[in-house]
């Protein structure tokens, strides 16, 4: 497994991550924090004392001003869509 997505609310996926972490010998799979990245409205809601603080922030403004992802969750209403072919 390369990539993975989890969505939810901060608390959520706070947990995903540390049981992610927490079963890395038994799964093999290990979280590379230097390659994460959190998309978020508002990123100054995740506290400091959370493993989230240290993944990249993205916010919307970026994706809509930059187009940094083009293939973002169709979750997000802001999120821009993908140009049809």
């Known amino acids: 497994m390369d990539d993975i997505t989890l969505v939810g609310d901060i608390c959520t996926v706070e947990a995903d991550v540390n049981t992610i972490n927490n079963h890395d010998a038994d799964t ?3 979280v590379n924090i230097s390659k994460c990245e959190i998309i978020a409205e508002y990123t100054a809601a995740i506290p400091d004392s959370s493993l ?22 169709p979750c997000y209403p802001w999120a821009p869509s993908r140009a049809k072919m």
């Open 52 to 73: 989230l603080s240290e993944f990249v922030k993205v916010t919307k403004d970026i994706i809509r001003t930059t187009g940094y992802y083009e293939h973002a969750c």
């Open 28 to 30: 093999g799979l290990k």
